[in-house]
């Protein structure tokens, strides 16, 4: 009788991990940004969610993440909403330390700091010829004189390339210039993401984001469900949950 009630408890494990793999599978979104737009982990890329998509998360930040003033973790929440295949739109607020007050030096997160991007994809990748997704983006085109270390300008170019029965590799390269006393993202830019053909949510990244190198990985659970977690210099773990929804229009 234990040996029974052992094969069974294997069989409906087995079950329930088959169960778990079909339910998650939902091929052709793209990873997402730890700050909320489309992109690698803190680089962006040229991919877009189709159109319709909806996404709001939240993330947390390793230390000096963005700028070595955030010498401590922190955390950031956002909304993105793509209207148009060739437009994506995102607003987010990041947690900032500073004094309660004037006369209360007692530190925490008492102020947050508003940051929006806006994303535009004029040229998008042909996938029977060689031709790259191309996307110019803004990142808090008016930062109030230096505030938001987001601010930036930038262009980049992605490119996916198949490796049947195996797996299929994207590839980024772009440029990126601050704007307002923006700090984050200076300079050139790239990375990698490889997605397994057996699971085409489940995604390895790797990138240069202008300031340092990041390694990380990210999944689509239940359709619905997007987790992201990575590091910089493998000095600490930033990572993302979030919320993602097509509309049907």
Not at 141 to 150: L, M, N, R
Request: aromatic fraction near 14%; charge should be positive.
């Amino acid at each position: 009788m234990k040996k029974i009630s052992v094969v069974k408890s294997v069989h409906i494990l087995l079950r329930g991990v088959l169960l778990w793999i079909t339910v998650c599978h939902a091929p052709g979104v793209e990873a997402q940004r730890l700050i909320g737009s489309g992109g690698l982990m803190n680089v962006p890329s040229a991919d877009f969610s189709p159109e319709g998509t909806f996404e709001g998360g939240v993330s947390v930040l390793q230390k000096r993440m963005m700028n070595d003033r955030y010498d401590y973790y922190t955390g950031l929440y956002y909304v993105s909403f793509t209207p148009f295949s060739f437009v994506e739109a995102t607003f987010r607020e990041t947690l900032r330390k500073t004094r309660k007050s004037a006369w209360d030096h007692r530190r925490g997160f008492y102020q947050q700091d508003r940051s929006t991007t806006i994303r535009l994809r004029p040229v998008r990748e042909t996938p029977s010829g060689w031709w790259p997704s191309v996307v110019v983006g803004v990142n808090d085109i008016y930062s109030d004189h230096g505030k938001s270390e987001y601010a930036a300008v930038y262009g980049v170019v992605t490119r996916h390339l198949t490796m049947k029965g195996f797996c299929s590799v994207g590839l980024t390269a772009g440029w990126a210039r601050p704007i307002d006393g923006g700090t984050a993202y200076d300079g050139f830019f790239g990375g990698l993401e490889v997605r397994p053909e057996f699971w085409k949510d489940f995604c390895l990244m790797g990138e240069y984001d202008t300031r340092g190198f990041n390694a990380g990985v990210s999944a689509l659970l239940f359709r619905h469900l997007r987790v992201m977690c990575m590091s910089r210099g493998f000095e600490g773990v930033s990572g993302g949950l979030s919320y993602v929804y097509t509309i049907k229009y």
